[in-house]
C-alpha cells in the first residue's frame, strides 16, 4: 500500500493515465537550461546569416538564397521545435492537448523536410555550378532558383499537412491517456513516407555529390597541368577555386545532415534495441544540426564573419 500511494499519475481521476515521471530537481533544471542555450543559439546564429545575406547586396547571390532558405528553416527549428520538443521531452504528462500535440508533430516533421529540400536545391546548384560552369549564369538565376524555393516549401507544407491530417483523423492510439500521440508499430505508411520524405532526397543529394566530385578532381588536375599565364587564364582559375571551396564548404553542409538524420532513421527501425539515454540523444540529434550549419558557414566563409562582425557592432548603416 506504501508503494501505490508513491506512485504519482499525470491525472488521478483516470486509470489509464500515465505515470508522472519524477526527476530531480537538478537535472531538471539542468534539461531546460541545456536546451534552453541550445535554442538561444541557434536562434541567434541563424538570424545573423538571414540578415547579412538579406542586408548585403553582394551577398544576393543564387547559392547565398539557397543558404538563406536553409537557415530559415534552421530559425524554425531553434524557435519552435526545440522549445516544444524540450517541453514534450522532460515533462512525462502532456497537458497541451490534441490539436498542439498535432502541431508538434507538424512542425517537426515540417523543418527537417524544408531543410532537405534546400539540400537537394543546393547539390543541384553545385552540380551545375561544377559540372557545367560555362552555363551556370544562365540556367541559374535568383529568379528561377525563387521559383524553386517556393514551390518546394509549398509542397513540403501541403504534403506534411496531408500527413498528420491523416494521423489525426486515424486516432493513432497513445500508451495511456493525455500522452501525445506515439507510433506503435511500423507500418507500410511510415515506410512509404520515409522512402519520399527521406530516402529518395538523400539519394539524390549523395549521387549529385559523388559526380561533382569526380568532375571537381578531373578539373583539379586539368588546372594544375596548365600554367595560366595569360589575366583571363588567372581569372578562370581563382572562379575554379571559389567554386570548388563553395562546393567544398556545401558539401560538408550536406553531410552533416545526413549524419545527425541516419542514426534517427535506424533508430526509428531498432529503437527497442537502444538504450533508454541513447535514443533520448539519437532523437534530438536532427535537431541540433539547425545549431551546426551557421558554425560551418563561420569556418568557411568569410563574407559570414565580416557581415556578422558589422551586425553585432551596429554598423549596419556604414556598411
Avoid at 538564397?65 to 519552435?80: K, Q, R, T
Avoid at 500522452?179 to 505508411?189: K, S
Wanted: proline residues 3%; contains cysteine; charged residues 15%.
Amino acid at each position: 500500500m506504501e508503494k501505490h500511494e508513491d506512485v504519482q499519475y499525470c491525472f488521478q481521476d483516470r486509470n489509464s493515465s500515465c505515470r508522472k515521471a519524477l526527476l530531480l530537481t537538478s537535472i531538471y533544471i539542468t534539461l531546460y537550461i541545456f536546451f534552453s542555450l541550445i535554442s538561444a543559439v541557434t536562434v541567434f546564429l541563424n538570424v545573423l546569416v538571414i540578415i547579412s545575406i538579406s542586408h548585403f547586396k553582394q551577398l544576393h547571390t543564387p547559392t547565398n538564397l539557397l543558404i538563406l532558405s536553409l537557415a530559415v528553416s534552421d530559425l524554425l527549428v531553434g524557435l519552435i521545435v526545440i522549445p516544444v520538443m524540450t517541453v514534450a521531452i522532460t515533462e512525462s504528462c502532456w497537458v497541451f492537448g490534441e490539436y498542439f500535440c498535432a502541431f508538434l508533430l507538424y512542425i517537426s516533421c515540417l523543418c527537417p523536410s524544408l531543410s532537405l529540400g534546400s539540400l537537394v536545391l543546393i547539390s543541384i546548384d553545385r552540380y551545375v555550378a561544377v559540372c557545367d560552369p560555362l552555363l551556370y549564369h544562365s540556367k541559374i538565376t535568383i529568379t528561377r532558383l525563387m521559383c524553386c524555393i517556393s514551390i518546394t516549401w509549398c509542397c513540403c507544407i501541403i504534403y506534411n499537412a496531408a500527413i498528420i491530417k491523416d494521423i489525426v483523423n486515424v486516432q493513432i492510439p497513445s500508451r495511456c491517456l493525455k500522452e501525445c500521440f506515439i507510433v506503435e508499430a511500423i507500418t507500410w505508411g511510415n515506410i512509404i513516407d520515409l522512402v519520399i520524405t527521406m530516402v529518395v532526397p538523400c539519394s539524390i543529394i549523395i549521387t549529385l555529390y559523388m559526380k561533382i566530385f569526380v568532375v571537381a578532381r578531373s578539373q583539379a588536375r586539368k588546372v594544375f597541368s596548365k600554367e595560366a599565364a595569360s589575366v583571363s587564364g588567372v581569372k578562370t582559375v581563382q572562379a575554379n577555386k571559389s567554386e570548388r571551396k563553395a562546393t567544398k564548404t556545401l558539401s560538408i553542409v550536406v553531410f552533416t545532415y545526413l549524419s545527425c538524420w541516419i542514426p534517427f532513421i535506424f533508430s526509428f527501425f531498432f529503437l527497442s534495441f537502444l538504450i533508454d539515454n541513447l535514443s533520448f540523444i539519437i532523437s534530438f540529434l536532427p535537431f541540433v544540426n539547425s545549431l551546426i550549419n551557421p558554425i560551418i558557414y563561420a569556418f568557411f566563409y568569410p563574407w559570414f564573419k565580416v557581415t556578422a562582425k558589422h551586425i553585432l557592432t551596429l554598423k549596419l548603416r556604414r556598411s
